[in-house]
């Protein structure tokens, strides 16, 4: 569903835009679910048009209906639900959920099942336009249960389409192409070019998710084709943008231009000037992406201007993005900046953090494109920070999930034991009863308690138990990452903390019996291009390559190494005890391992390379005061070094030639300057090359 809510009138960003399907599915819908038709309901059809079009002029409309949609409970309610419609679209979420509120406290009064499910897909809609997708998922398939029976045909296509979308969205794609299909079918049934056209534009799109280009444009152009019968410009337009993003995830980039420019033509033909807004933007990032920087400025700056002139704040930040890396992309470095640092201040001050990491990928690339290797650096370090709060979050909320369901589980049990317990007083009871009234049965009555009493005891001792599993499962999942079982940053931390002696054994185990010198070693390994893999095959994809990179780890690495996931795409290895002059090997191992992996996902076979840091632990000889934190922010710049000059090699830290406060601070601040000061020692590994030594 909640795919649908904005991808047809935004692809590149993840932007609260206006909603798909409750502008053309819903909005067209609506009225219809209603029932009989009355000049009310006439009128709900004609407004929701507007909505779905130009917005700002649905406001007096919807306004002049209020006092005829007071007559009846179920009336008000559609009318509440309509403008909880309205409000989603001019961004009010909040305001849309509490006229969603109203509108379902109405339905129920009224016993209307019908108007209850279609205002659940309303509040589905305004809760996913604020970043709640997983309740509003369920908000769409309580819709769908109350609708199963429906006799109105109209909503049972619209529960289909938005569960079908909402199960796409939690990477169930067989449930979601069976609903989605469903809908087609039953579209079909109903002889209505409209709703056919609207399910075929959400098949299409579910095609393009699942990789199944040809079916999708089959689907699209069926749609486009219908759209064209009922002389539908604005719907029109919305499918031209579905074939545009087709396209373009194909890798057709002219072809999704062309859809694009089609739909412009369209758009401003019926003057829809939010529409008008998103596809300039969505053209802009087109001709980006063929790099002609002069078209996507044109268009990025028409996009800016239409979006400053709707006061839309959001939009403004995505066109000033696409402006400064059309700018750097002609080379103008200090326009490219100021460009893009206006529109990131928006997604900072929004709070929009997952879209302000993408902006930060995207700009580093510019950066690095144009020749800037020391912005593209500072915008990857401010991109992996961003990356790293995000990772810690979203742990925090999975490990807050968790100790909620054990609460739940630990209530469950205790309600049990007082159930029971209340059953023994009842028993006891009845005991006394008995003993008042058959004075030879109190034996028998004594033996049934020692049962019992035994029976409870032995229920306390086995919930005792599963206490105390439960206690080591949650020790245990705090100190593991759940979607790799590697350890976690935490526990490292802890870890270090708890076993400072490591530090030292670096200096205390000089050698072994072959005379090499044993040291203590971090590597820290980051994926490169992860972002592209997420948004080309899905997080499901991007999941099933960080466990398999997991793996790849154990192998390579001994059973005596600590593997960490250290952030969304890092992971940190601590080996204890190893030659110092092997540390160029283990990365050129780990090099070449890990893009042999190959990695099945939904019939597409994937690979990856990483980048690396690396350095003894100690950093150096008589360095042992130097703490682990500290070398592991020096390893981390290796890192960096390897990110910005070319990735799929490994940096190591060989040495250090100074050791004073100044000098460190130099290297933790700059290290390629550092090293070209003399103040540190490098090793540059690739997978099919011996180490080279870096000389100043």
Request: aromatic share 6%; with cysteine.
């Amino acid at each position: 569903m909640l795919a649908g809510l904005f991808r047809a009138l935004q692809h590149r960003r993840s932007r609260a835009l206006p909603a798909l399907l409750l502008l053309v599915a819903g909005g067209a819908l609506a009225a219809d679910a209603a029932g009989p038709a009355t000049p009310v309901r006439d009128r709900y059809a004609e407004i929701a048009e507007t909505i779905r079009v130009t917005p700002q002029r649905a406001v007096p409309l919807l306004a002049g209906l209020q006092a005829e949609a007071r007559r009846t409970p179920a009336e008000h309610a559609r009318f509440l639900t309509l403008s909880c419609d309205l409000s989603h679209r001019l961004g009010k979420h909040v305001e849309a959920v509490q006229l969603c509120e109203r509108a379902l406290q109405l339905g129920r009064q009224a016993q209307d099942n019908d108007i209850v499910a279609r205002t659940l897909l309303s509040k589905a809609y305004a809760v996913f336009g604020l970043n709640e997708s997983g309740q509003a998922h369920q908000l769409v398939w309580e819709a769908e249960r109350l609708a199963a029976g429906s006799a109105d045909i109209n909503l049972r296509i619209l529960v289909l389409i938005s569960s079908g979308e909402s199960f796409a969205e939690e990477g169930n794609f067989p449930v979601a192409l069976n609903k989605l299909q469903s809908a087609v079918t039953l579209a079909r049934q109903s002889g209505a070019p409209l709703q056919i056209a609207i399910s075929l534009n959400a098949l299409a799109y579910l095609y393009g998710e699942m990789r199944e280009f040809d079916k999708g444009f089959d689907a699209i152009g069926e749609a486009e084709r219908l759209a064209e019968q009922i002389n539908s410009p604005g719907r029109l337009a919305i499918f031209k943008t579905t074939e545009y993003i087709l396209a373009v995830n194909n890798g057709d980039v002219a072809r999704g231009t062309k859809a694009l420019l089609s739909a412009l033509a369209l758009e401003r033909g019926i003057d829809a000037d939010a529409m008008v807004a998103n596809t300039l933007v969505n053209l802009a990032d087109a001709y980006l992406k063929e790099q002609e920087w002069r078209r996507a400025l044109t268009y990025a700056q028409q996009a800016l201007d239409q979006a400053e002139k709707l006061h839309d704040d959001a939009l403004a930040a995505t066109a000033r993005v696409n402006v400064g890396q059309a700018y750097l992309g002609m080379g103008h470095l200090a326009e490219g900046k100021k460009a893009i640092e206006l529109g990131m201040d928006w997604y900072q001050r929004s709070g929009n953090k997952p879209d302000q990491q993408g902006v930060l990928v995207e700009y580093g690339d510019a950066l690095e494109r144009a020749g800037d290797l020391a912005g593209a650096l500072a915008a990857y370090h401010r991109e992996r920070a961003l990356s790293n709060e995000l990772f810690e979050t979203r742990r925090q909320k999975a490990m807050m999930e968790l100790q909620e369901k054990y609460e739940a589980d630990k209530r469950q049990r205790q309600i049990e034991m007082l159930r029971q317990e209340n059953q023994v007083k009842s028993t006891e009871l009845d005991n006394r009863r008995l003993q008042q009234r058959i004075w030879w049965l109190l034996a028998l009555v004594f033996a049934l308690a020692s049962v019992i009493v035994g029976i409870l005891y032995r229920k306390v001792r086995h919930a005792n138990a599963q206490l105390e599993e439960k206690n080591q499962e949650l020790k245990l999942q705090s100190a593991r990452d759940p979607l790799t079982a590697l350890y976690n940053r935490r526990h490292f931390q802890e870890f270090m903390r708890a076993h400072q002696e490591i530090e030292r054994r670096g200096a205390d185990s000089q050698g072994n019996r072959s005379g090499e010198e044993m040291v203590s070693a971090m590597f820290l390994l980051d994926v490169d291009h992860f972002k592209h893999i997420n948004d080309t095959y899905g997080h499901g994809a991007g999941d099933a390559v960080l466990r398999e990179i997991a793996e790849a780890l154990r192998d390579i690495l001994r059973e005596t190494d600590m593997i960490v996931r250290w952030g969304g795409e890092e992971f940190l290895a601590f080996l204890p005890a190893v030659p110092r002059n092997s540390l160029d090997e283990v990365a050129r191992r780990l090099l070449a391992g890990i893009p042999e992996r190959a990695i099945d996902y939904q019939g597409t076979r994937l690979s990856v390379n990483v980048s690396i840091g690396f350095a003894p632990f100690p950093l150096a000889p008589g360095a042992s005061d130097i703490s682990w934190e500290r070398a592991i922010n020096i390893v981390d710049m290796a890192l960096y070094l390897a990110k910005g000059h070319g990735r799929n090699r490994a940096y190591g830290v060989r040495g250090l030639a100074g050791l004073d406060p100044a000098a460190m601070d130099e290297v933790e601040h700059d290290i390629e300057q550092a090293w070209r000061a003399g103040l540190v020692d490098l090793s540059i590994v690739t997978a099919h090359m011996p180490a080279l030594r870096m000389a100043s």
